[in-house]
């Protein structure tokens, strides 16, 4: 891996980023993986639950990320992560997802966090289960593929 972690941080979207991250591109045959990122900033405009994130490597934008926590259990959610592909392959999706659950556990203080993939996105998969994810057998409205991470 070429990258340091302590590198890799998130900020909120505003004025100074928003462009930026809606300019994020996936590689070909992955735009059906997941939404685009003016998909889900329409969704957190809609739904104040949704916190929506730019992916930094030092100043440098590499991704988009939203996260958030519904209902009385406070089920929450890693609901979107997405790294621009110039930046992909780099280990960035593998260290953001990292960090993603030690902030999005301390900021909703919770010990399970969940995420849903399309089957067909085998990088994904691979990535969240060698991170800890563990596949539910269960799977969201869309047909997408629940995973649990449960925090020890």
């Excluded at 590198?7 to 590689?27: A, C, G, Q, T, Y």
């Excluded at 100043?59 to 790294?83: C, L, Q």
Aim: charged fraction near 30%; glycine fraction near 6%.
């Amino acid at each position: 891996m070429d990258i340091k972690m302590s590198n890799v941080h998130f900020r909120d979207i505003d004025d100074s980023n928003e462009s930026i991250v809606r300019n994020i591109k996936l590689k070909p045959g992955q735009e059906n993986f997941i939404e685009t990122v003016d998909a889900c900033l329409k969704e957190a405009n809609t739904y104040s639950e949704w916190h929506p994130v730019a992916i930094y490597d030092d100043e440098e934008i590499v991704g988009f990320a939203m996260y958030g926590s519904f209902g009385p259990n406070k089920d929450t959610w890693i609901d979107r992560i997405m790294i621009d592909e110039k930046y992909q392959g780099k280990g960035f999706g593998r260290i953001a997802m990292m960090k993603l659950i030690d902030v999005v556990s301390k900021e909703y203080g919770v010990k399970i966090i969940y995420l849903s993939i399309v089957e067909e996105n085998r990088a994904a998969y691979n990535l969240y289960k060698s991170l800890g994810f563990k596949f539910m057998n269960e799977r969201d409205p869309n047909g997408e593929l629940i995973f649990k991470y449960t925090i020890s």
